[in-house]
């Protein structure tokens, strides 16, 4: 991306900057998007006030979406989004987003200035998993055939602090990333947790959008669930326990991914 041009440095600063905003508009829309779609299943109607958010963010999120773009095209085309004396062009609009937008390299030297900071943000990432495995793992456990005399709507009552697990572990991974991209971005079992991360999510849409959890809900003490949500949750703990080992094993497959550039 221009790497020997120095004079391109700005511009790839304010793109990164441009893509750091992007990614935290995008990971709240999505959070916003799934607390809807439980709404959608725990209650007559979704929440007006969450409809509006998720319009409105994601309005936002597609305005953004679109300047990271054109950020990036000015990164290979300098004579657009670059003036004479070599200062970056911003429009009106352009200026006030690029007045919200992270320093990405201040950020990053923010994530890894202290490592009690780290800490902290590991041992939070931990508790999230455990919040969000623990919740997911025990009504998959009843769904196979397990704990049957438990009723399953009470345990789904619990998925709200599945949803508060789900979304401490978006923060603190993305700050982890951000912190250190280079060592996660050359990472295949980084890649690999977050494939079983992608999968779990399409695992848990075919679970309520297919009408599973409907069938399922009413389950009473003792009552056995149908194959399909028996295939569901089998495939739910298989997948969340690849994010948990994937996770391990960070650290021991640093750099085991080449960019054929060396």
């Known amino acids: 991306m221009l790497a020997g041009d120095p004079a391109a440095s700005p511009l790839i600063e304010r793109h990164e900057g441009a893509a750091l905003l992007t990614l935290w508009f995008v990971e709240v829309t999505g959070a916003l998007a799934v607390i809807g779609l439980w709404q959608s299943h725990v209650r007559p109607q979704p929440a007006r006030s969450n409809l509006i958010a998720i319009l409105l963010c994601s309005i936002v999120t597609m305005g953004l979406l679109a300047r990271t773009g054109n950020t990036g095209g000015d990164i290979r085309h300098p004579e657009v989004g670059r003036g004479q004396s070599g200062t970056v062009i911003e429009g009106t609009i352009g200026a006030v987003v690029h007045a919200f937008e992270p320093t990405p ?5 923010a994530m890894v200035a202290s490592k009690w900071w780290w800490a902290f943000m590991m041992s939070m990432h931990f508790i999230g998993l455990s919040l969000l495995i623990g919740v997911i793992g025990i009504l998959d456990l009843r769904l196979i055939g397990f704990a049957k005399q438990l009723p399953v709507e009470p345990l789904h009552r619990l998925f709200p602090w599945a949803l508060a697990g789900l979304g401490i572990n978006v923060v603190t991974g993305m700050l982890a990333f951000m912190g250190m991209p280079e060592y996660y971005t050359y990472n ?3 890649w690999f947790k977050i494939l079983a991360l992608m999968l779990a999510g399409l695992n848990v ?21 149908p194959f399909s949500a028996k295939v569901i949750a089998v495939s739910s703990l298989v997948l969340w326990f690849a994010v948990v080992i994937s996770g391990r094993y960070i650290q021991l497959f640093q750099e085991t991914i080449s960019t054929g550039l060396d």
């Open 105 to 109: 390299d201040k950020f990053t030297d």
């Open 188 to 190: 295949a079992a980084f």
């Open 205 to 225: 849409a075919m679970f309520y959008l297919t009408g599973i959890f409907e069938r399922v809900k009413r389950l009473g003490a003792g009552e056995d669930a």
